[in-house]
């Protein structure tokens, strides 16, 4: 008997698969492009700067060869700088395209719904009126940012499966908050808005890798926790009800997700200030990348990271008056968040 050959796949398979093999790729590409930039800019945030050093000087610092002159400007400024701004970023991104995809809403970020608000308003108040160290106000920053991202959740009990409610709750208390820091920033000494100036816009000045080292914790713990939880992030962004059908225990791996998120901004926020719109654009970018219907947890991440560095690197270089990185992210981020709003009018107005 003749053997019939099996039935080659239909046309309609065929394209599925070939789509899901250029995702793939897409994803590969962004993902290898984004490290590439990022490791760039980490070099040139440690070469640039008044003095542009080689990179062999700089190699020979990491390595931890003493070269005059060299040896102090990278290896006590430039270095804690760019470790600070790098990990900084990687958090606000991740906290940021958790918060939107878990909520399911673009405007969803730490600093947009007034998380980083919260740590802000503490660390301008344990500065100019109690006059803490700088230990006990970050500290301080981060107990506040948690607290307040807890309010926040409590008051919007019972918000529609979009976190709108939280939004807008979170956008009123933020708005609250920054009225607070802008009454304390008024009634304080010169010297203390000079200390103060770091967390009203975010900066990167006065760096210190004893100061980074809790945010490099946070990060080393929490950033593979919330990868973990990525599955149930994917399935969370279909809806509850899909979510506990695959087996996700949806108010659980919500929760998990939030603190993770939640901790992640706010250990940020106490070590570098609130960079303004970091966690809000770092998605999006990651999306416009990568491409949508894959985790862009890993993407937002390095976009995060790649944002702050570059905005710092503008904000020293770019202008005669050095900018904090927080005023350059703000500029950045400022006209995306006009344009969202006015999409979201007009859908709203049209539905």
């Known amino acids: 008997m003749t053997a019939i050959a099996p039935s080659a796949p239909t046309g309609a398979l065929a394209a599925l698969r070939a789509g899901r093999r250029r995702r793939a790729t897409r994803r590969r590409v962004g993902i290898t492009a984004l490290a590439v930039l990022l490791v760039a800019l980490l070099a040139a945030s440690l070469v640039i700067g008044q003095t542009i050093y080689p990179i062999g000087d700089v190699v020979q610092v990491l390595l931890g060869h003493d070269v005059p002159g060299a040896s102090f400007t990278i290896g006590t400024l430039r270095i804690p700088r760019a470790v600070a701004g790098a990990l900084a970023g990687i958090a606000f991104g991740l906290a940021g395209s958790t918060f939107q995809t878990l909520l399911r809403n673009p405007l969803a970020s730490p600093d947009v719904i007034g998380i980083t608000s919260g740590a802000s308003a503490a660390a301008v108040l344990s500065i100019t009126v109690l006059g803490w160290s700088t230990v006990a106000t970050n500290a301080f920053a981060l107990v506040v940012g948690i607290a307040t991202a807890l309010a926040i959740s409590l008051i919007a009990r019972g918000g529609d499966s979009t976190g709108g409610r939280l939004i807008l709750i979170g956008i009123g208390i933020g708005a609250m ?74 108010s659980r791996t919500r929760l998990l997700l939030i603190v993770c998120a939640v901790a992640l901004a706010c250990f940020a926020t106490a070590t570098t200030g609130p960079i303004a719109f970091v966690a809000f654009l770092s998605g999006p970018i990651a999306s416009h990348i990568v491409g949508r219907g894959s985790s862009l947890l890993i993407p937002a991440a390095l976009v995060g990271a790649c944002l702050v560095l570059a905005g710092d690197l503008i904000g020293q270089f770019a202008f005669d008056t050095r900018f904090p990185v927080g005023v350059i992210t703000g500029i950045a981020g400022a006209p995306y968040l006009l344009v969202l709003l006015l999409r979201m009018t007009r859908i709203g107005g049209s539905s």
């Open 177 to 250: 908050l920054d009225s607070v820091v802008s009454f304390l920033v008024e009634r304080s000494s010169e010297h203390d808005v000079g200390a103060a100036m770091r967390w009203i816009a975010g900066s990167l000045n006065g760096s210190s890798l004893d100061g980074a080292a809790p945010l490099a914790i946070a990060v080393v713990v929490l950033a593979p926790a919330i990868l973990v939880l990525s599955r149930g992030l994917g399935a969370l962004e279909l809806g509850e009800q899909t979510a506990v059908s695959l087996g996700v225990s949806a």
